[in-house]
């Protein structure tokens, strides 16, 4: 299984937007709950958003809320992250991963905010946001 995540490096300016993709192979895409989180250097990695199989159902930290849009596109294996408005505050490496179903199914989403519920993880792209 390989999650390639791209769209980050460089520098955007505090208020700019960036949208991150990450391409998926060597899984049932579709079976897949797919998520971004991210680390920022000296902390620890946080969840960003998560997106139901279908695409149907979408949950966000709360920092990211009205700001970030994930999105999927099954028949090219790939999901995405729109990040509008962004803030210092952003900058961090992000990373995509892939979380199978499971017997609880998709619910609120809040459930899979957590690491523990991914299998497989991209190697990160860079996002840095200047004020």
């Known amino acids: 299984v390989q999650l390639q995540a791209s769209g980050g490096g460089g520098l955007v300016q505090a208020g700019g937007s960036l949208r991150l993709s990450c391409a998926a192979s060597?899984?049932?895409?579709?079976?897949?709950?797919m998520g971004w989180f991210r680390q920022a250097p000296g902390k620890d990695r946080e969840f960003v958003a998560a997106?139901?199989?279908?695409?149907?159902?979408?949950y966000y930290a709360d920092s990211v809320k009205g700001r970030f849009a994930i999105s999927r596109d099954n028949a090219k294996n790939t999901v995405y992250l729109q990040m509008n408005s962004l803030k210092p505050e952003d900058t961090a490496t992000y990373y995509c991963?892939?979380?199978?179903?499971?017997?609880?199914?998709w619910g609120t989403g809040g459930g899979y905010a957590f690491s523990y519920k991914y299998d497989y993880w991209g190697q990160g792209t860079q996002v840095t946001v200047s004020s």
């Open positions: 060597g899984l049932t895409f579709s079976n897949y709950v």
């Open positions: 991963a892939a979380g199978p179903p499971t017997r609880s199914g």
């Open positions: 997106i139901s199989w279908s695409g149907t159902g979408t």
